[in-house]
């Protein structure tokens, strides 16, 4: 076997040769030829065996969810049920051999099933090749053509990071060239063996594997295999390869599963896929419990258009290095940045009609992506060896150009939907820290200056990022803003939300909203509800014409869209509960002829709200610490910015917060702009002698510190506070050179 370290293109390379050896093997090896029909099956001319000990026979009794037994047997409904007549009447083929089998022929009601018996998943010589060369089969009661037990290579307990290679799989399927093959089924609901609640069966596909399968073209690449299912289309309990032929799939619920949670790799290489997936109640395009791997072919995914479903979806990393990848739904998987091809997610403002055109071009008018949707729309994920990062592309819908409101780094715009921030991007404010937890401060509202001592100077230093930020309780939102037209996709910006018609091309009313009365979505703890009592428009629109969409970021689990007037009131019920990181959308749906607009706003569940601070990183329990004690909130609603430098205003503002001492403003620096967001602490720090100037009147709040200067303020900090606590244990020798905003909250979480 081949080792499981090798990159992703040896991968794909190794893939690709091992269809055209099946290919090759199947004019070297005698092929087994079954040719299916209602009247009689037949295997190399010959009727078929009714005999189990057969390489093919007939008259195995079909596996499926039969009526008439109470909730011990199963957890099938009515819906799942049949009788048993019903299924009688399907005739099923069983392979039982390893071998190469070439099928064709057509079936009104079969099954078409490969069972090499228990032992074979560890038995690499258990494969069997089924070449489908015009193939017709329907099932009403159960998959149409199922894999029971072939070889297996991977351990459904082995994560391989999205990487496997099926070349050496037992299930191995190839359409044969200028084919047409069309498989219609059913599934079999859950079955309880007898006396237990384990399973025994449970089938959800229409075309459907116990164990990894290998899905390939012959030389050409021109077969077709048709997938209609009444529950989910084609399904593997482990890994799936696509790697050549086309593929079509329509089902009521996923197209594609892959279900062995956080293991199963769903990897399509080659070839032409299309799914129309979600023609139920709900469904994914492509659906993995595990990771999907995009190396080439064409992909075109659809999702249901009325549940949070997408086009793509996996519980692990979306990867794509290669291929062309369009896929729609009401929200999309966020894709993985270390993807090696650029890829673009879209994000509209409202649900887009069936029919309607995607054009994006680059800035020459060229065009790199012309789709017209087959069913409604909210979310777009779009990769091609044509788009290039930073590179500037225009939206176009139905021909009317598309602008955003928000991209991969959060909001844009003016506007504030909750209070003012306290101070960041030069907003005037006394910087007052957010609501929440407050640590005590040590007795004496402010500490005394020893007498005889000489408080340090803070030295000079480069720009740096002042602790501002944004209230936790009042996220930016782009309720004033203006929105950009330009996309341009750079290594850490490709996710482009609140998308609607740019205003400037638009002859409508531009219209802003405000959510409880302008005081925004207030950020809360874990366990917490938020609260989302109103929405105000600028502009009489009607409720039926504005649409709230709440989804979390990145977009992994939750979408909820309703129209205004569907939720009667009650705004509660669009709003998570889980801990996370959410975005409300807020807008005019496109079809409104005389208003347009849309208003965002970023909130948190009982976790950060910064993009830029991951739970593994080290520092991200000190960060969330300060964050929710209001002492370090951030630089802006969605940035923490771990590894920009400490000011001078970032020292003084968060030992301040700290302490939560009665800011002072003073008027001992030039250059400190009064009610700015640190004006007040850097008075206390003044006033209780705890920083100098330079000499010359100045302050120069956007100098940066070094850890040995920070190791200074500090031990002022201590002495003034009367904290029992070792400055030297404090600063590590490895915290040299200037200090970051990371490392600055690791350490002042120590002082909590």
Excluded: C
Aim: charged letters at 20%; glycine letters at 12%.
């Amino acid at each position: 076997m081949l080792k499981r370290t090798m990159s992703l293109m040896l991968v794909f390379i190794l893939t690709m040769t091992s269809v055209v050896g099946i290919a090759s093997a199947s004019t070297a090896t005698q092929e087994i030829v079954i040719k299916l029909s209602d009247t009689g099956v037949t295997v190399d001319g010959q009727e078929a065996s009714t005999s189990s000990s057969a390489a093919v026979y007939t008259g195995a009794n079909i596996v499926y969810y039969e009526d008439g037994h109470d909730s011990s047997y199963g957890e099938g409904t009515d819906s799942d049920a049949h009788s048993a007549e019903e299924a009688a009447e399907h005739t099923v083929v069983t392979i039982t051999k390893p071998g190469i089998y070439r099928v064709s022929g057509k079936l009104s009601k079969g099954q078409l099933a490969i069972d090499l018996g228990e032992d074979a998943a560890s038995d690499p010589t258990a494969v069997v090749t089924l070449i489908l060369d015009g193939v017709d089969i329907t099932s009403t009661v159960a998959p149409a053509v199922i894999f029971y037990n072939v070889y297996e290579p991977y351990s459904d307990t082995e994560d391989t990071k999205g990487i496997v290679d099926l070349s050496e799989a037992g299930a191995q399927v190839v359409l044969a060239d200028d084919s047409v093959n069309t498989v219609n089924g059913a599934y079999v609901a859950r079955i309880y063996k007898e006396g237990t609640t384990k399973k025994l069966h449970k089938y959800d596909g229409t075309f459907y594997s116990k164990m990894s399968m290998n899905i390939s073209g012959e030389a050409k690449g021109t077969g077709e295999l048709h997938i209609t299912a009444t529950n989910e289309g084609l399904d593997s309990e482990l890994h799936l390869a696509l790697n050549g032929g086309k593929v079509y799939i329509k089902s009521q619920d996923d197209g594609i599963n892959t279900n062995e949670d956080g293991i199963s790799v769903t990897s399509i290489n080659g070839g032409y896929l299309h799914v129309n997936a979600g023609l139920g109640a709900e469904g994914d395009g492509i659906d993995s419990n595990g990771y999907l791997t995009i190396n080439g072919g064409t992909i075109v995914t659809m999702a249901n258009d009325r549940s949070p479903d997408g086009g793509i979806d996996a519980d692990s990393d979306i990867i794509i290095n290669g291929g062309t990848v369009i896929a729609l739904g009401t929200r999309n998987d966020a894709s993985s940045s270390t993807s090696k091809q650029p890829f673009i997610e879209l994000s509209f403002a409202t649900t887009q009609a069936k029919g309607s055109t995607i054009k994006l071009t680059d800035a020459e008018g060229n065009e790199v992506l012309n789709h017209t949707a087959e069913k409604n729309f909210q979310s777009v994920t779009f990769s091609s060896a044509d788009l290039k990062l930073n590179t500037e592309y225009h939206l176009y819908i139905n021909g009317v150009e598309q602008q955003y409101t928000g991209n991969s780094f959060g909001m844009m715009g003016g506007g504030f939907g909750g209070n003012r921030p306290s101070g960041d991007n030069g907003q005037a404010g006394q910087g007052t820290p957010p609501t929440g937890e407050r640590p005590e401060k040590p007795e004496g509202t402010r500490p005394e200056m020893p007498e005889g001592t000489t408080p340090p100077e803070l030295p000079d230093g480069m720009q740096g990022m002042p602790e501002g930020g944004f209230n936790p309780g009042g996220q930016n939102t782009t309720e004033n803003g203006e929105g950009s037209t330009a996309f341009v996709l750079t290594d850490s910006v490709h996710s482009f939300s609140g998308i609607s018609e740019a205003t400037d091309n638009s002859d409508k009313t531009k219209v802003t909203f405000t959510v409880n009365g302008g005081a925004g979505i207030q950020s809360v703890a874990s366990g917490e509800s938020i609260i989302f009592e109103g929405v105000t428009a600028s502009a009489d629109v009607p409720e039926s014409d504005i649409q709230l969409t709440v989804t979390d970021v990145p977009s992994e689990n939750y979408s909820e869209t309703y129209l205004l007037s569907e939720l009667k009131g009650d705004l509660s019920k669009i709003m998570p509960e889980e801990d996370g990181q959410y975005r409300l959308t807020i807008a005019v749906v496109s079809s409104n002829e005389t208003y347009t607009g849309v208003s965002q706003w970023q909130f948190a569940i009982g976790v950060l709200p910064f993009t830029d601070v991951q739970p593994n990183d080290a520092s991200y329990n000190a960060i969330k610490t300060l964050y929710e004690k209001g002492i370090m909130i951030g630089t802006s609603s969605t940035q923490f910015s771990p590894t920009s430098p400490v000011t001078r205003a970032t020292a003084i503002t968060t030992l301040g917060r700290l302490l939560n001492i009665e800011q002072t403003e003073s008027s001992s620096f030039n250059d400190v702009v009064k009610n700015s967001w640190y004006s007040g602490y850097v008075g206390w720090a003044v006033e209780n002698g705890l920083v100098i100037g330079d000499g010359n009147g100045n302050f120069i709040p956007n100098a940066n510190l070094t850890a040995e200067q920070m190791k200074l303020v500090i031990s002022r900090y201590v002495e003034l506070s009367g904290l029992d606590i070792s400055v030297d244990d404090l600063f590590p020798d490895t915290l040299t050179g200037t200090m970051t905003r990371a490392e600055l909250a690791t350490l002042l979480s120590k002082l909590l």
